[in-house]
């Protein structure tokens, strides 16, 4: 009797359910951070709007490189329902906290999947997941980057007016 | 009967239900109601997700009539399951892949091993 199991079904049930939810966070996280951009937006900071909205893309291409990730494999890929996400903030300073959260919660989710392909000894799965590991190392340098603008510089209306000018040449260069 | 289900060797059965597969065309046939359901791997494996799904408690306790219908795609006819028939399916997908699992085992552990 053919093994068509193994034939046509790289990843195992557990590994496909992991990235599904991944997927469904990834979607969560890029219209958190649209509604975010939205918010700057509405409130006049343009630049900070602009990183957001660029987070928000760079979300959807993680959801999407998941996505496929599970197709390629002949697996079933799930395209998420995504509920209500946060459009309301205090103020600046609340937006880029909030983003940090998200981003430390996709770190904390990338690595359970990395537990989980070592668990099943998915090797494969495994090294497409350094891309991700290596990814939230950049974001979370970001988020923390951009909230330390607000302790170095303030919160009054220079200070915000000097973290819109900044906001856009936060980046990683890699740990060099 | 097609020839596909002849040269189809059988999963695992239940005293109604069987599933069987085809190493040719690489499909597995359900033979659950009248005429045998015809599904991919991965087909196969959405069904058994959704059949696990049921909530049983909520359907015995509902208002409505006891069944559950299930879409799985144009080319399979919709499924009007009795809760008999869901516990039916549950065993029998549940039994077909642990023969699938198996069988895949002794595939890495002897054939692939040795060819």
């Known amino acids: 009797m053919k093994d068509i199991l193994r034939r046509h079904q790289v990843l195992k049930l557990e590994i496909v359910d992991v990235i599904n939810k991944q997927i469904k966070m990834e979607a969560h996280s890029s219209s958190a951070y649209l509604a975010m951009a939205g918010w700057c937006d509405l409130q006049g900071y343009d630049n900070c709007a602009d990183f957001f909205f660029k987070q928000s893309e760079e979300e959807r291409k993680h959801q999407l490189k998941f996505f496929h990730y599970l197709t390629d494999m002949e697996a079933q890929a799930i395209a998420p329902a995504i509920g209500d996400c946060q459009h309301d903030f205090e103020n600046l300073r609340d937006v880029f906290e909030t983003a940090l959260d998200i981003e430390i919660s996709v770190t904390d989710a990338i690595h359970d999947i990395v537990g989980e392909c070592r668990k099943h000894t998915d090797i494969a799965t495994e090294e497409f997941m350094k891309w991700f590991v290596q990814e939230q190392i950049e974001e979370e340098y970001i988020a923390r980057r951009a909230l330390e603008l607000f302790d170095v510089l303030g919160e009054d209306k220079i200070a915000l007016g000097m973290i819109e000018e900044k906001i856009l040449s936060v980046s990683y260069d890699g740990a060099n | ?115």
């Not at chain 2, 596909?4 to 046939?29: M, P």
């Open chain 2, 1 to 115: 009967m097609s020839s596909k289900l002849i040269s189809s060797a059988i999963v695992f059965e239940t005293l109604a239900t069987s599933v069987s597969q085809c190493d040719r065309s690489e499909k597995f046939f359900l033979h659950f109601l009248e005429k045998p359901m015809e599904l991919k791997l991965c087909e196969l494996i959405g069904l058994k997700r959704k059949i696990e799904n049921i909530d049983l408690t909520a359907l015995v306790s509902s208002q409505g009539p006891d069944i559950e219908i299930l879409y799985l795609s144009h080319q399979h006819p919709i499924l009007v399951l009795s809760i008999y028939e869901i516990l039916e399916l549950r065993e029998v997908l549940s039994g077909t892949f642990t023969m699938l699992e198996l069988n895949s085992l002794i595939h890495k552990s002897i054939h692939r091993k040795f060819s």
